[in-house]
């Protein structure tokens, strides 16, 4: 079965620095991987996703990811962090019908 | 703005009642997922429906059902309510039955359900 783990519960990020997410999978397929966000009282948005080819992916929001298969980690990242940035971040991997979330972390961005 | 609706947004009831939530998917897509997001549980998978027909299960309790309508709007039931069912659940849709990364989920505002 599938699984997904973020080790970081919370982070807390100055506005301008960078921002680096952590995701690691298991999964014994070639998985394909998520990361959606999820502001204050708002539903999951797709930051990116990535299923094969070059193994850093872009996104929106000036997000990015990286999947390397030989630590099975998907981190996300992002040059420099906005205010609006602040969110819930979630890495999902999926198989041919369900997505399994990780934990999620919350990203704090303080001024 | 995902496309995806689902009403009420907030819902507030007792335990022991039965509520239902709606969710109509985006313009075209046919397939319905439902997710729960509890503090304890986290975002799980519940059910999802292809073109009116129940294709996938998840850790959905046997007190809770869904339906697809014909015009593809779904409905989640959840009855006997007790005070742990207070979640926000979410309603996704999709373009196809099959998943992987060519079949991105959109995803509802949400409802939230508060059982007191």
């Known amino acids: 079965a599938q699984s997904v783990t973020q080790p970081d519960i919370h982070i807390t990020v100055s506005e301008g620095a960078s921002l680096e997410l952590r995701c690691n999978y298991s999964?014994?397929?070639?998985?394909?991987l998520f990361w959606y966000v999820q502001s204050p009282g708002q539903g999951l948005q797709l930051l990116l996703k990535y299923f094969s080819g070059d193994t850093l992916v872009q996104g929106i929001k000036g997000f990015e990811a990286e999947f390397k298969r030989s630590q099975s980690s998907f981190n996300l990242r992002k040059p420099s962090v906005h205010w609006s940035d602040a969110a819930e971040y979630f890495c999902?991997?999926?198989?041919?019908?369900?997505?399994?979330f990780g934990a999620g972390t919350t990203v704090t961005v303080r001024a | 703005d995902s496309g995806v609706t689902q009403t009420p947004k907030h819902l507030i009831t007792a335990t022991g009642q039965r509520v239902t939530l709606r969710c109509s998917p985006r313009?075209?897509?046919?397939?319905v997922y439902w997710y729960q997001q509890s503090l304890d549980q986290g975002l799980q998978f519940l059910i999802q429906?292809?073109?009116?027909?129940?294709?996938a299960k998840g850790n959905i309790l046997e007190r809770f059902s869904a339906q697809q309508f014909p015009d593809l709007h779904s409905e989640l039931n959840l009855s006997s309510l007790e005070l742990g069912d207070s979640a926000l659940y979410f309603c996704a849709s999709s373009v196809t039955l099959a998943g992987g990364p060519y079949n991105e989920q959109f995803f509802g505002p949400g409802t939230r359900l508060t059982v007191l």
């Open positions: 999964y014994g397929a070639t998985p394909y």
């Open positions: 313009s075209g897509d046919l397939s």
């Open positions: 999902v991997c999926s198989n041919d019908y369900k997505l399994s």
């Open positions: 429906y292809y073109n009116g027909e129940e294709r």
